[in-house]
């Protein structure tokens, strides 16, 4: 079997996904880390953003003890995705570096995150439909005085599930394919 070789050049399509790999792998390890700190810090400086008025603050102030107990019922869920987040994005951190540095194992570096990607995507979704349900159901007129958070809120999951998928599925495309096969010096797959 042959072995990947270093590349010799750094197209823009790989220093265009390294980047994107760069920033999810930011997101991820950041997000990670503030959730392991506090899960509702995130949700809470958010809907902060969203209220103006002061009915609007006087009902985040009714929400969030709301939220505080529905955090605290999933907090097992929460710990474990926000581990996952802070693994995920150290690899992917990890992953880049191997890209961008020219190693020969970048391209299998990059395929391992995109899996790992999609296993994360796919691990988060039960939390990820979950939480909200209850957020809507318990909170869902006090949120959607906030500036009609609530629905806002419900389809967010939706988009960044599809987005993350999106994104690991770009990246097997591309370094899964007949440019990153060429690229790092195997030979294309017959037809």
Excluded at 106 to 113: D, I, N, S, Y
Excluded at 151 to 178: D, K, N, S, T
Aim: proline share 6%; net charge positive; glycine share 10%.
């Amino acid at each position: 079997m042959l072995r990947a070789q270093p590349p010799t050049h750094r197209p823009i399509w790989m220093v265009v996904l390294a980047a994107t790999m760069l920033l999810s792998g930011g997101l991820n390890l950041v997000g990670g880390l503030l959730m392991v700190r506090d899960p509702l810090s995130v949700e809470l400086r958010y809907l902060h953003s969203l209220a103006s008025g002061p009915a609007a603050e006087e009902a985040l102030k009714k929400a969030e003890p709301i939220l505080r107990k529905i955090h605290e019922r999933h907090r097992v869920g929460l710990r474990v995705d926000a581990i996952a987040s802070i693994a995920l994005g150290l690899f992917t951190l990890y992953a880049v570096a191997a890209v961008l540095s020219r190693d020969r194992n970048g391209r299998r570096l990059a395929l391992l995150t995109a899996v790992l990607g999609i296993v994360y995507q796919l691990g988060e979704l039960p939390l990820s439909i979950q939480i909200p349900r209850e957020r809507a159901a318990e909170a869902g007129p006090l949120l959607a005085e906030i500036n009609g958070a609530g629905g806002e809120a419900a389809g967010r999951w939706q988009a960044e599930f599809a987005v993350g998928v999106g994104w690991c599925a770009l990246l097997l495309v591309y370094f899964g394919g007949p440019r990153g096969r060429e690229l790092y010096g195997l030979p294309r797959r017959p037809s």
